[in-house]
């Protein structure tokens, strides 16, 4: 006993949204008309195609200019009031790190006086670090590929540094696409998985004699404490949601390991 | 004091959209962009608490459609009137994997529910929410676009639709 099936039916069938009574009476019916069985089938391999076919967007990294795009601030004049009033808050899977493209920056240093670079980086670790399925493009079991990879694309010879004395093991890295190029992004876990990030990018051709100064710098924006550093032509920037003072002790160790390493040192 | 939510967790899926829809990824990406700063302009008519990543995939669509229109003659119209049986010459058999080749052929409308629904797993009422049509045009779009593609991935010719109601 089938009521007549019709098409919506089937097309529900293929997308999972009948109930499961009706699912009984269409799969008797499919059962008994093997024409409509046929194309059942066939719309459903067409939703497979679609994800085999598209499914890989989803993990590729994300351009740095829409990450940006996302979190502009409204600008247009009959939004700016309403728009300065919006309260930033941690949201979701990646509310932090926003800070550094609100209006925060009146308690903070102001953006202009941070490198590019460093604004990029927490907006990186923000968005990358929550992930669950894929942190990482290339897993820390990969770690020798992984480096010359990542050291190829962004055209000198990288080093993850080392920081499990300090409780952090390597998870992986991923490539990212920077203002001035291709960006290597390393990612750190310790055993309550807290998370830290190391962004390394190199300076676009020429402006690298600007770059002389090897301080460590700090800036905090939402709970993202980024330690950053540049060694010639190299910028370095460590991001991570742990106390200061640990981020700290973790930049510190990357700097020795690293000052005077890239670029052939 | 309104939380403002974040649009970067919807970043992926409106990636995978749009590359699906337009077929390059240049392409795809500045349509996300074009979205994106939509959203940021408009962000105080989305109504907290419905959804945003439906909210977004309906801007997405207003601008898609907008685009269509500017390279398209005005006297041609983009409902179901442009879905007239493909010529011979556009039949010759794709193959069953050529899904691409496949979602080009479908006419726009036809398409997004395809992709809406197929891909992006939308409810047949989201789907017709996002793009301003009944659901009874939903499924009589999601119909001809899922017997076109197979159809075309198996190389048959495209013959008059008979609808089973």
Redo the contacts between chains.
Sequence with gaps: MTDRV???D???FV?G?LSDARRLEVEAWLAAHPA?AG?VQ??AS??Q???????S????P??I???R??????A?TP?KA??A?????A?????YG?GLVSDRSAVNPPLASTQPFVRDAAIAH??FSPEVRHPVEVEAAHAEHLVSWLSKRVGTELKAPDFAVLGFDLLGGRLLTGESGPVAQFMYQDGIGRRVTLYVRRAAAGKAAENHETSFRHVTENGVEVFYWIDRDFGYALSGQIAPADIRKLAGAAYTQLVGHAGGG | ?????????H???L??YA??LTGEAARA?DL??DT??RA??K??LWQPGTDLRAWLFTLMHNLFLNQIRAHRPPDSALDEALDIPVSGGQMEALGA?D??AALARLPEPQREV??L???E?F??DEAARILGVPLGTV?SR??RA??R??QM??GEPVVQLK???
């Excluded at chain 1, 795009?69 to 409204?74: K, S, W």
């Excluded at chain 2, 004091?1 to 967790?9: K, N, Q, S, V």
């Design positions: 019709n098409e919506d089937l097309h529900a997308d949204s409509d194309r066939a719309w067409q939703n195609s679609l994800h085999a076919a598209f499914d967007v989803l993990n590729e994300l351009p200019h829409l990450v795009a996302a979190r502009r601030q409204p247009r939004y309403i728009a009033a919006l309260a930033f808050v949201s979701g899977l990646v509310g926003i923000a968005v | 004091m309104r939380a403002r939510p974040d649009l970067i967790e970043l992926p899926r990636r995978r590359r699906a990406d996300v962009q994106l700063e940021l302009a962000l105080d994997r899904i691409h395809m992709l629904v197929g891909l797993q409810s047949y499924m999601l119909s899922r017997e593609m197979r991935l198996a609808v089973v109601k």
